[in-house]
């Protein structure tokens, strides 16, 4: 079923000057499409003079997303002028009724639907009605409200058993994966560019950060999933030890509206292991096949490798914890450790202290919630927050002061205290909390210490490759610092 895919990048402009400036500009790229409906003064034979790429040619109605205020004749004429005018191929939408134009050279024509609400229930009629025109490739984007709906897209995919004149796109940040992975979808190209409102990324993201010129139907697939993850340096960061080790791989976010919903993207896809994150440690736990001793005592996971036809989970979370202290030379015996939540990091955390001879105790909003975590390291429920001078080591593991409210703190830490405080979080990477503590005199430790240390271990479990931590640390940073230009 899989497809080497070719990659178009959608340019717009307001101006033709500006959109032939944007055509030209594009680097690496095996189609140009040319939206004609953004530009004020649309002129066909301009915009295909002295290309030196493949185009298609789109003049997008309103009525399907687009920006043309003409017009419906006036949109046919443009379409037709770029036929004649050698266009390499026209998008021509299916409900614009279009026949006699599609007639015209059937060979160049893109028919295509768009649904920004929805998936549409009737996929399979309708790529049979759209194949019905005798355009040469039929091009169908919906909404992708959650990862099943790209499951949804790959049943079409393999009814229509790989053929390369179709191109099937989950809009929307669940979709990403039906770009990324064109071929899997058996789509004959990909589109790419700056419309972030339909969920396209740059070519620069999908070659470099996704390396898609080198996906293969051998590659194997890799991610992250959770939710909210649009703030994950994770790819970044494992696509690049994929680069520094010649890995065969690729990583991609996949957010998820619950654990089930990935597993059902994940058995589709063929997803060979994943990264877990905020809020489905605990679920994806309890949905393993089988889980290591560490990860059956902390009773969360944060990390799941397939082996045939079973999920194994790990929890990488404890050494990827315990890696940075270690590296500070920071003791944990007779240490006074204070974790802040309750959550799958909290066990992680509590049962890692403990098992290092710390004397933790747990501290959450709602005390009820602690008490399962203080059970699991045989710590203490202690108060919320936690009384000042009480602690020598303190554990952010609250998602409180994580990008986009990195003003947020989960405590206040008073003028004068002493110890270290480790904030979990990585992004940003200095927390309102960190902030706090180092102008009241603590040691400081950030969480993309522990990221990296944690992510080392996965990428070793899925691949057995250790990789270098250099470049994910350089990738992660890099990530990190496209929040703070915003």
């Known amino acids: 079923m899989t497809t080497t895919p070719k990659l178009c990048v959608t340019v ?20 140009v499409e040319l939206r004609l409906d953004t530009v004020r003064d649309p002129d066909v034979p301009r915009a295909l003079a002295g290309r030196t790429r493949p185009v298609i040619v789109t003049c997008r109605a309103a009525w399907e997303g687009g920006q043309f205020a003409g017009s419906e004749e006036a949109r046919r004429a443009l379409l037709r002028q770029a036929l004649d005018h050698g266009a390499d191929y026209v998008d021509v939408e299916f409900r614009a009724g279009f026949a006699d134009l599609i007639a015209v050279d059937p060979r160049r024509i893109v028919v295509s639907s768009h649904d920004f609400e929805t998936m549409p229930a009737d996929l399979p009629e309708r790529v049979r009605a759209m194949r019905a025109t005798g355009a040469a ?10 990862l099943r709906d790209c499951v949804t897209l790959l049943d079409v995919a393999t009814r229509e058993r790989g053929r390369g004149d179709l191109i099937l796109i989950g809009m929307g940040d669940h979709g990403l994966a039906t770009r990324v992975l064109a071929g899997r979808f058996g789509s004959a190209w990909t589109y790419a560019g700056s419309v972030a409102s339909v969920g396209q990324v740059t070519a620069e993201i999908l070659i470099d950060r996704f390396r898609f ?3 293969t139907p051998q590659t194997a697939i890799f991610g992250l999933t959770g939710a909210p993850i649009s703030h994950s340096v994770s790819p970044a960061m ?75 989970g790990r929890n990488t979370d404890l050494p990827g914890f315990l890696n940075p202290l270690d590296q500070r030379g920071c003791s944990l015996a007779g240490a006074r450790v204070s974790v802040l939540g309750a959550g799958g990091a909290a066990r992680s955390v509590a049962y890692g202290a403990a ?70 979080i990585y992004n940003p990477g200095e927390t309102a909390l960190l902030r706090q503590a180092a102008a009241a005199g603590c040691t400081t430790i950030g969480g993309l210490d522990m990221l990296v240390e944690q992510a080392i271990e996965q990428f070793a479990w899925w691949t057995g490759v250790r990789p270098p931590a250099a470049p994910m640390r350089a990738a992660a940073l890099a990530r990190l610092a496209e929040f703070t230009d915003r």
């Open 355 to 424: 098992g290092r001879g710390a004397r933790v105790t747990v501290h959450a909003r709602d005390a009820e919630r602690a008490r399962p975590v203080a059970a699991l390291a045989h710590a203490e429920v202690g108060p919320w927050p936690p009384v000042p001078g009480s602690w020598d080591l303190l554990v952010n593991t609250t998602p409180v002061g994580m990008h986009p409210r990195t003003d947020a703190s989960p405590i206040t830490i008073p003028s004068g205290s002493r110890g270290v405080v480790y904030d979990l």
């Open 213 to 215: 010129r080198r996906i």
């Open 12 to 31: 717009t402009a307001p101006t033709m000057a500006e959109l032939c400036t944007a055509r030209d500009r594009v680097a690496d790229a095996d189609l």
């Open 238 to 312: 494992h696509n690049a030890a994929c680069a520094a080790t010649g890995v065969d791989a690729v990583y991609l976010p996949f957010p998820a509206t619950d654990a089930d919903d990935f597993l059902a993207l994940a058995e589709a896809l063929g997803i060979a292991g994943a990264s877990i994150t905020i809020p489905y440690k605990v679920p994806l736990f309890e949905r393993a096949d089988a889980v290591d001793d560490t990860a059956r005592a902390i009773g969360a996971i944060n990390t799941v490798k397939r082996e045939g036809d079973r999920w194994i």
């Open 137 to 146: 490739v039929v091009k169908i984007a919906g909404k992708a409200s959650s």
